[in-house]
């Protein structure tokens, strides 16, 4: 880092909003589930958007990376300062600005987390309902595009962001969309921000969109003896149309980690939990639909659950999978998949996710948001294997392959980072060319997140 | 236009491909509602992506400008060619390249009309709910971030569009987006190029999404003695979350006209068309909701419409409703707002639309999305009559200044084109530099729709 840029920050914030500390350091270091690790060289604590304005126009001045971060949960390594310069956390950026609760909208700093959102919106009747677990940030939540078990039914992150204001990569503050429910004016900035990893700039403001609470709520669980079945059964349930909120899948495995970690006792079978949201006569109807074709399917079980508080206790649990899965490996390394494809193409992409835990003979646990045709297999190995470590990158290599050939994604919510990196150009071609003339053009030091979102450029022909 | 283009053009294409005859020509010269003309030195017909990509390799080597047009019913004037150069007519590009039902997506070629995708899909019990009328092609639609009148239900083309092949302005064929519900990679070029006006390139493919045909429809009538009466009952039922399809207002000197225009006899009030969609249970519990809310809100008439006839010649009506204007007033010249805003600052600024019509004393229509906030005034005068021009234009500032301080938009559907020009700085702010950014990294030669979508760039500073 540019020697000059410590002493200028100094300048530019008070001393408490600078840490140098070794244990502040250590913690931007990594982040969840990454065993890639880099300190920063100094972290910031920024309080408003002219903060974040100053520290940006010093950072282009001085070509001094900048790293955003906030609750830090992502899984791919969107946090760790790969070139070193600034981790800036906008935790302390955690003011809910307002609530137009007659116009189905908030805005919010980017510190505020959705569970901390949803909780301040009790007494409206209206939710944030993007839940990617992890307390996450709604600025996290932007930057990843998130998404979580709630999407089949109510969209992602980028369907219920209707404005931003970014501070660009050269310090300036710009405000993208606006509060109106659709335009057509301009390009659509809001869209192209939700999904950059910090790229592009650093999210100081949102207005997200709210839905009402559902009048009523209606759940089920359905089992069968194995996972086909229980993809088998949902792929039809979603081309029937059924009106489904949460449609998510555990294999046995999972459901065992979740009972040891969280001291419940729920049956350890492959299994789909469900949601219905609507009116009470909708969701009881869903909730028969999806039970009678669960009888079709010759599920091993299948029965409604009412009790709002069982309810409750099942998404907490959904929610604590991948803390349990780590907390059953203590000191193992970890991959996680993100495929999402077309609906039509999920019986097959998980058939194999489960072929390849078996040939592996690795610890491997299948979850995921399959109503959108989305699921994460995690897979736990020794970190001082590389030969394990090889075997375990080839067989997913093998899957994203496989999903990129049906039309899907290497990831689905949880973003590049640096972890999904060799897959995109695959995934998107020349089009990746088109991404990095904006970046070049929106980031000309190149000081944004440095080293996520975007494989390396094409080489020059010739 | 470059003397070697002409030549070029022929060895790339066959001659019928190319058209330099006067009735072409002066076919492409204007749009829909646009009085400024201006002739294209040729008119191109592509019927492949090749051709496309070919077409725009030697425009970019020429410094030709290049104005993307299909069913040429654009509002604002989008495909007047200003810079003259190549019209490029993608009209025979018109093939529905798949229809996947199971994955709720079909993929198509720009010159694909919606109603012809939607009588296509008329027996897989699935559809495309985004109606702008005027048949529009879905080349068009995604250019302009079209919606229309289920925009409320089901979301506007940008949701809806999954994936696009697009020749870029430099005559790269790339993909964009693909066919799973979602994804967390790359940056989201398929969202940015929906809405930019032809500007970033040429939509050769588009993948997008379908949705289940309703089990039930039933509409409703609702009139009110005053536009203001009709906007303060619609605002409350949107917010009261009820599960709304399509939500018009009508005023009663637009229902006149279409009377006229088509021989019907809608009463001539002011009045609101609801539909709503769902099972038989839900859109009667929806439509009672409705009007036992209208009957609080003292409607002058609220009545129930289940005929499916009666329904299918209402929304014919509505999407027939400017060329019952234009019928109404040969000869004139027309200005068309699209303003959109938050619901709750509806009736202010339809109340201050409605008022600036008397004020004008010129003949004037209010029809409107207003479930999604958009509404349209249009007024006419005489073409040759500046001061009723700047009249009505000095009126029109003042509502767009009021649409925007309430946090909306100068174009909720229609885009910009030309004709929104003067208002997308004062929308945007800085944010306009940045799409300038975005513009010249991907079409460095500007023959992209040049004087479209973006006002022009900020006088240097200093």
Redo the contacts between chains.
Sequence with gaps: MDPTVLPRLRALLRPDQLDLSDSALDLRARGESSDRQRRPDVVVYPESTEDVRAVLELAHATRTPVTPVAVNSSLEGHTVPLEEGISLDVTRMDRILEV?G????AVVQPGVTYPRLNEHLRAT?LFFPVDPGAEASLGGMAS????GTM??RY??T??LVLGLELV?PTG?????G????????????T??L???EGTLGVITELTVRLV?RPEATMGARVAFADVHGCVAYVTELI?S?APVARCELLDAPAIGAIDRHLGLDLPVVPTVFLEFH??A??VR?AADVALELARDHAAAAAEQATDPQALATLWTARHQAYYAFVAAHPGMANLIT?L?????RLAEVIDASVAAIKRLAVPGYAIGHVG???FHLTLFFPPDDPAARERVDAAYGELVALALA???????????GWR?LP??RA?????????W??????DPAGIMNPGK??PPRAAPEG
């Design positions: 137009a007659e116009d189905f909208l009747g990843t595009n998130a998404s999407a089949v969209g992602v980028r369907d660009t300036r503050v710009v405000r993208t606006g509060r109106a429910p659709k335009s057509s004016s301009g390009y659509a900035l869209q192209l939700c999904g950059a009402p081309q149309g609507g009116d006569d909708a109807r993100d999402a494809v077309p609906v039509s959108d045709g989305n049906a039309g899907g994604t290497s990831t689905g919510e949880h973003g590049v999904k897959y995109v995934e998107h071609g020349d089009a990746v060319d088109l991404m003339a904006i970046k070049d053009a929106l979102k975007l």
